[in-house]
């Protein structure tokens, strides 16, 4: 820990001496007014950097930025934008450990994860770049007299609009396919973790990508992103947060008919039947609810356990979760780190109280934890006796809280887990075949895992149902969100 700590101080220092910019137009600045915010670290809650606070007219610099930039980076060919998201993925390799270590300090975030999440930013990288060259691609369709050829376009400048969990990764996985396709680009990061977009975009174009594509604007939501979302020169919005964000997101982006993908909350079911696997099914929960503390939106949150075996599964769980490790981020050993934020940290203390006051059973954690630096730690925590109506079972808690429900039959299981606002993922534990195509058929979620945790496949779809989002990303998805389809028929 002692020798991660002091790499942790060298990458920190240029944030601390030189604050994080702005860059718009191949330039790191200021916000307009000279105005700036701090970010701190949720270990000790000590400033980490002070950071620009842009407004409606930073974002209407960087608009004008990415609308300058949109024809020239449009027009070049499929390949040299391949071969340029290449460099900027080798380039994110290179740089892994200090992006790694600069999530771990700005989010709380374990090292564990974020060694991989900086890594599968590049991965982001090289697969919208291998797939960059066929993007534009249609087909062709002919009827007597006519052929029509069908081709993709870029749609023009897009804003992304990212939050505060995995920020690095979830950047490049919304950044890489509108590069990819064409678009350029202004993003607007979330104001509890600022620090690893600024080095992306560093990083973008040290590998040679041209000034203008890719701008960043930091700043509060209701002011800088509110901004984005109304800017006439911003053709679409790729939003990843909550789901009352994306409504207010779709509001204000009515006036310019703006074209918006949303990948928003969860409250996501796992559900053990009496049939599983039931120690793996035990080591999956405890894995999809505590790592990354909590703060994800596929984390499974809902426990549903066929009532048979509630008690025994229940208690497998709460033993792992109370031998899980909770500690300094870059502690290698850690699984749980602070929460992002004092804010949130009482949000989800919060919802502790609220889940025993509902009646509901600590049969785990239920308390701070008095962590190394005495920032913002939570005890993994397990609620069992719960029903559905409870608030710890609808709403979402986003922290290392796992609320679980028993059911007595495959009916009452379903029912419960899409008795629910949320549609992101679900994870089915059961060895019938029959059932798990019966069961996955009728559940309402966007992404549904069987017999497994949550493990990404890049070329799938990704997104969720009902308020967990609109639209899917990932390969084709991604190109048909930031692409105009257009039709071309010839007489023949
Ligand atoms: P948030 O909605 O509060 O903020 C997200 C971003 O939106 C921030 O950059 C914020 O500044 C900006 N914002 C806030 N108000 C805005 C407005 N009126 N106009 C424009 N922008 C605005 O979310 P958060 O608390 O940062 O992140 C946690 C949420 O994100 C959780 O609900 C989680 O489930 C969700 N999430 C979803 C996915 C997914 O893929 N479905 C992935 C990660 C996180």
Redesign the pocket.
Known sequence: LDENLSKAQRYLAHFAENGVMNHINGEAVAALDGTTFETISPVDLKPLAKVAHGKAADIDRAAQAAREAFPAWAAISGEQRKKLLHKIADAIEARAEEIAFVECMDTGQALKFMAKAALRGAENFRFFADRAPEARDGKSLRTQGQVNLTTRVPIGPVGI??????PFM?STWKIAPALAAGCTVVH?????SPLTARLLIEIAEEAGLPKGVWNLVNG???E???A??EHPAIKAIG????????S??MR?GADTLKRVHF????KNPVIVFADADLDRAADAAVFMIYSLNG????SSSRLLVEESVYDRFTSLVAEKAGRIKVGHPLDPETVVGPLVHPV?EKKVLDYIEIGKSEGATVAAGGTRFNGPGGGCYVSPTLFTGATNAMRIAQE?I?GPVLTAIPFKDEAEALSIANDIQYG?TGYLWTSDVTRAFRFTDALDAGMIWVNSENIRHLPTP???TKS??IGRDGGDWSFDFYMETKNVAFAT
């Open positions: 609009i990212t939050p505060w969990n995995t979830l607007k990061p979330a104001e509890f509060f939501g209701e800088a992103g509110k984005l979302t939003f990843v947060g909550e789901s009352r964000t994306g207010a997101i204000q990948e928003l909350g969860g703060e994800r939106c596929t949130h979402e986003f992101l990704f997104g969720g967990s989002g």
